[in-house]
């Protein structure tokens, strides 16, 4: 089992229905398969002026884990490209990972087509 240590994990929370566009987008242009989406709910903290919590929104979570080489330059895609830098966009935000193992496919030659 192969490790790697030096990697950091970037965790954007997006309004529902957003995450797999951008993590679309992250494949096709910057080459990135280590991701992931999940879903939830929540709401914001107490607003001061009417001392009253907000309405429950929904959310998804992309998790993407990534070289720490990589992570500032794919932390500023995710800022622009899940348009993080509008008011209520979502937030963003990254952590080193200690340890991640990776996991590849095995090698298998394609099949032959008959005729």
Same mark, same amino acid.
């Given at each position: 089992?192969?490790?790697? @240590? ?8 997006? /309004?529902? +229905?957003?995450?797999? =566009?951008?993590? &679309? ?8 398969? @280590? ?6 709910? &929540?709401?914001? @903290?107490?607003?001061? $002026?009417?001392? $009253?919590?907000? =309405? ?18 794919? #932390? =500023? ?5 899940? +348009? /993080?830098?509008? $008011?209520? &966009? &979502? #937030? ?8 991640? $193992?990776?996991?590849? /496919? ?5 099949? =032959?087509?008959?005729?």
């Amino acid at each position: 089992m192969d490790f790697v @240590t030096h990697t950091k994990k970037i965790i954007c929370v997006l /309004l529902q +229905g957003n995450a797999s =566009e951008v993590i &679309g987008r992250l494949h096709k242009e910057k080459g990135v398969n @280590t991701c992931d989406i999940d879903r939830g709910r &929540g709401r914001s @903290t107490k607003n001061p $002026t009417n001392k $009253t919590y907000g =309405e429950y929104v929904e959310v998804e979570v992309v998790t993407v884990s990534i070289e720490a080489e990589r992570a500032d330059e794919i #932390f =500023e895609f995710l800022y622009f490209e899940a +348009g /993080l830098d509008h $008011t209520n &966009g &979502g #937030f963003l935000y990254q952590v080193p990972v200690v340890q991640s $193992t990776v996991f590849k /496919l095995p090698d298998i030659p394609a099949e =032959e087509k008959t005729p």
